[in-house]
């Protein structure tokens, strides 16, 4: 089973990074704002999904999803944007 890590933009462009086996869903759950979706999320008018990753393994998608939280904003816009040669340099 795959495991996805994802970022989404909010309307108020904040960034959220979260990962899950099942892209689609947790994408409904959030817009939905069911009780199974981030309380940060609910906050916001919407959001759109802006990156994925796959994994093979939850611990793999977890291990890459505690490191994008560390990174800086202009890490994560720079992944986002597929600028390979300004996240080397950051």
């Known amino acids: 089973m795959p495991y996805f890590v994802y970022v989404l933009r909010t ?8 990962q899950t ?6 994408l409904r759950e959030h817009q939905n704002k069911v009780s199974k979706s981030a309380k940060y ?3 916001f008018l919407s959001f759109k999904l802006v990156y994925s990753e ?3 393994t939850r ?3 977890m291990q ?12 994560k816009e ?12 950051l």
Do not use: H, V
């Open 11 to 18: 309307s108020s462009d904040t960034l959220y990074i979260g």
């Open 21 to 26: 086996n099942n892209l689609e869903k947790r």
């Open 41 to 43: 999320i609910r906050y």
């Open 54 to 56: 796959i994994y093979k």
């Open 59 to 61: 611990k793999e998608a």
């Open 64 to 75: 890459r999803e505690n490191q994008l939280k560390r990174w800086s904003r202009k890490k």
């Open 78 to 89: 720079a992944i986002i944007s597929g600028d390979l040669k300004l996240l080397k340099r």
